[in-house]
C-alpha cells in the first residue's frame, strides 16, 4: 500500500502541476510578461510546485530531512538527468544572456545554501532570508520582461527566436476567472498528492529501516523532478535550448530558495553529516558542470548527455552504498 500510495501521490502531484502551470501562465500572460521570462518563472515555478508542497508537507509530517533531501536531490536530478537524458535523443546548444543571468543566481544560491547547511540547522531566520531572495529574484524578473507594447524600450535585447511560442505556453491564454480556478484546483491536487507521497515514502523508509533524507533524496526527488524532464524533453525535442536550460535554473533556483524558505519556516532542517559529505557537494559540482554550456556557450552532445545521465546513475549508486 505504501508504494501504491507513492504512485498515487506522484501521479496527482504531476496532473495538478500541469493544472496549475496553465493557469498560472495564462494570469502571467494576461498581465503583460514576454514567453521568455514566462518560462524562466512562472513554469520553472510551476514545476518546482511539487518539491515546494511536499517540502511544507514533510514539514508538518515531522519529517523536514525529507524536504531537505527532496530539494537537493531534484537539484542534483534536474542538471544530470533532466538535460542529459533529452540530450541524448535531441542535442541541443543555449546562447541566451537572459539564461546566462539566472544561472549566475542559481549558482550564487547554491553556494550560499551550502554555507547555511554547514552554518545548520537551517532555521526559521535562515527561511526568512531565503525567501526574501526569491522575492527579489521575482521581482527583477517581473520588472525585465514587463511588455510596455515597444519593444526598443525594455533594458535587455531579447531576440525575436527567444520570443518563441512554447507547447508549454496556450496559443491564447485563458480567461482570467478559468485561470484562477486552474490555479486553485492544480494547487488543491498538488496538496492532497504530497500528503499521500509523504506518508507512504515515511512508510518505505521506516519499513526498510533507510533515513527520510535518502528517500527524499531518491525517490521524492526523481518523481517530482517529472514535470521538468518533459518540459525539457519538449524543449530540446523543437531545439529550444535556452527553454530546456531555463527550465532547469528557474526550477534550481525555486527548489533553494523557494522549498527551504518555506519549509524553515514551518519547521527547523536539521542537516544530515551525510549531506555535508556528500550530497551537498554532488549539487555544487553539477551546478558547475553547466558553465560551458551557458557561459561558453558548448552545445550538449549526445556523448555528454550518456555522461550526465550516467554521473546521475553513479550518484544513486553511491547513496545505494552508503
Given at each position: 500500500?505504501?508504494?501504491?500510495?507513492?504512485?498515487?501521490?506522484?501521479?496527482?502531484?504531476?496532473?495538478?502541476?500541469?493544472?496549475?502551470?496553465?493557469?498560472?501562465?495564462?494570469?502571467?500572460?494576461?498581465?503583460?510578461?514576454?514567453?521568455?521570462?514566462?518560462?524562466?518563472?512562472?513554469?520553472?515555478?510551476?514545476?518546482?510546485?511539487?518539491?515546494?508542497?511536499?517540502?511544507?508537507?514533510?514539514?508538518?509530517?515531522?519529517?523536514?530531512?525529507?524536504?531537505?533531501?527532496?530539494?537537493?536531490?531534484?537539484?542534483?536530478?534536474?542538471?544530470?538527468?533532466?538535460?542529459?537524458?533529452?540530450?541524448?535523443?535531441?542535442?541541443?546548444?543555449?546562447?541566451?544572456?537572459?539564461?546566462?543571468?539566472?544561472?549566475?543566481?542559481?549558482?550564487?544560491?547554491t553556494v550560499l545554501f551550502i554555507i547555511l547547511c554547514w552554518l545548520g540547522p537551517i532555521t526559521f531566520i535562515e527561511g526568512i532570508l531565503l525567501l526574501i531572495l526569491l522575492g527579489a529574484f521575482l521581482i527583477n524578473s517581473y520588472k525585465v520582461g514587463r511588455l510596455d507594447g515597444n519593444q526598443h524600450t525594455r533594458d535587455r535585447a531579447i531576440s525575436e527566436d527567444d520570443d518563441h511560442d512554447l507547447d508549454e505556453l496556450p496559443e491564447k491564454p485563458l480567461p482570467t476567472v478559468r485561470s484562477g480556478i486552474y490555479l486553485l484546483a492544480g494547487l488543491a491536487g498538488l496538496i492532497y498528492g504530497a500528503k499521500l507521497l509523504v506518508e507512504g515514502g515515511v512508510i518505505i523508509a521506516r519499513t526498510y529501516n533507510v533515513s527520510e533524507a535518502i528517500i527524499g533524496l531518491t525517490i521524492i526527488a526523481v518523481g517530482t523532478s517529472l514535470p521538468e524532464l518533459v518540459t525539457s524533453i519538449v524543449a530540446a525535442r523543437k531545439n529550444h535550448g535556452d527553454v530546456a536550460l531555463g527550465n532547469v535554473i528557474g526550477s534550481n533556483i525555486f527548489n533553494l530558495y523557494a522549498i527551504m524558505g518555506g519549509t524553515a519556516f514551518v519547521s527547523d532542517i536539521p542537516i544530515p553529516m551525510s549531506f555535508l559529505h556528500l550530497d551537498l557537494w554532488v549539487m555544487m559540482l553539477a551546478s558547475i558542470t553547466l558553465i560551458p554550456f551557458i557561459v561558453w556557450k558548448l552545445r550538449f552532445s549526445r556523448v555528454l548527455g550518456l555522461v550526465f545521465t550516467g554521473g546521475y546513475i553513479i550518484y544513486l549508486l553511491m547513496l545505494g552504498s552508503s
Amino acid at each position: 500500500m505504501a508504494y501504491l500510495t507513492v504512485i498515487a501521490g506522484l501521479i496527482l502531484l504531476v496532473i495538478a502541476g500541469d493544472i496549475m502551470i496553465r493557469g498560472a501562465v495564462s494570469i502571467a500572460e494576461n498581465l503583460g510578461l514576454s514567453k521568455l521570462v514566462i518560462g524562466l518563472t512562472v513554469i520553472a515555478f510551476g514545476t518546482s510546485a511539487p518539491e515546494l508542497v511536499v517540502g511544507i508537507q514533510a514539514a508538518y509530517e515531522g519529517v523536514p530531512t525529507m524536504a531537505l533531501g527532496n530539494a537537493v536531490g531534484s537539484n542534483i536530478a534536474n542538471i544530470f538527468l533532466v538535460i542529459g537524458l533529452p540530450a541524448i535523443f535531441y542535442p541541443f546548444s543555449c546562447d541566451n544572456s537572459e539564461i546566462r543571468r539566472n544561472y549566475y543566481i542559481m549558482l550564487g544560491g547554491t553556494v550560499l545554501f551550502i554555507i547555511l547547511c554547514w552554518l545548520g540547522p537551517i532555521t526559521f531566520i535562515e527561511g526568512i532570508l531565503l525567501l526574501i531572495l526569491l522575492g527579489a529574484f521575482l521581482i527583477n524578473s517581473y520588472k525585465v520582461g514587463r511588455l510596455d507594447g515597444n519593444q526598443h524600450t525594455r533594458d535587455r535585447a531579447i531576440s525575436e527566436d527567444d520570443d518563441h511560442d512554447l507547447d508549454e505556453l496556450p496559443e491564447k491564454p485563458l480567461p482570467t476567472v478559468r485561470s484562477g480556478i486552474y490555479l486553485l484546483a492544480g494547487l488543491a491536487g498538488l496538496i492532497y498528492g504530497a500528503k499521500l507521497l509523504v506518508e507512504g515514502g515515511v512508510i518505505i523508509a521506516r519499513t526498510y529501516n533507510v533515513s527520510e533524507a535518502i528517500i527524499g533524496l531518491t525517490i521524492i526527488a526523481v518523481g517530482t523532478s517529472l514535470p521538468e524532464l518533459v518540459t525539457s524533453i519538449v524543449a530540446a525535442r523543437k531545439n529550444h535550448g535556452d527553454v530546456a536550460l531555463g527550465n532547469v535554473i528557474g526550477s534550481n533556483i525555486f527548489n533553494l530558495y523557494a522549498i527551504m524558505g518555506g519549509t524553515a519556516f514551518v519547521s527547523d532542517i536539521p542537516i544530515p553529516m551525510s549531506f555535508l559529505h556528500l550530497d551537498l557537494w554532488v549539487m555544487m559540482l553539477a551546478s558547475i558542470t553547466l558553465i560551458p554550456f551557458i557561459v561558453w556557450k558548448l552545445r550538449f552532445s549526445r556523448v555528454l548527455g550518456l555522461v550526465f545521465t550516467g554521473g546521475y546513475i553513479i550518484y544513486l549508486l553511491m547513496l545505494g552504498s552508503s
